[in-house]
């Protein structure tokens, strides 16, 4: 499985942007997409999950309200909707891919990464 992401870029507080996952090659074999972030010097902090098979989404609670993760079947694609931008929500933005149950939050149960897109809010 191949992710792909875009749609980072700089944005004004309070700002929105879009990001979004494509995924391609083998992607039947796996069950959840998630996104992280991570920024330089600290562990990588997990955002939003979805269930590939049944849409259901499980946030980080702490962004939850302002964040939505959805998910283009036909697309074979994942996005992640930020609304209402902060600054400390600036850092590298990663979307990731698991065949497994659970642990959505956990980047060691991850199989599958992107390259990362860079999300900066001033």
């Known amino acids: 499985v191949q992710l792909v992401e875009s749609g980072g870029g700089s944005v004004q507080a309070g700002g929105s942007l879009r990001l979004s996952c494509v995924a391609s090659g083998n992607t039947t074999s796996h069950n959840c997409m998630g996104w992280f972030r991570q920024v330089p010097g600290k562990e990588r902090e997990g955002v939003a999950a979805?269930?590939?098979?049944?849409?259901?989404?499980y946030y980080n609670d702490s962004l939850k309200g302002r964040f939505t993760i959805s998910l283009d079947n036909a697309k074979n694609t994942v996005h992640l909707q930020m609304n209402n931008l902060k600054p400390e929500d600036t850092a590298m933005y990663y979307c990731?891919?698991?065949?497994?149950?659970?642990?959505?939050?956990?980047?060691?149960?991850?199989?599958?990464w992107g390259q990362g897109t860079q999300v900066t809010v001033s």
């Open positions: 979805i269930s590939t098979g049944d849409g259901s989404t």
């Open positions: 990731a891919a698991k065949e497994s149950w659970g642990k959505w939050f956990d980047p060691q149960a991850y199989t599958y």
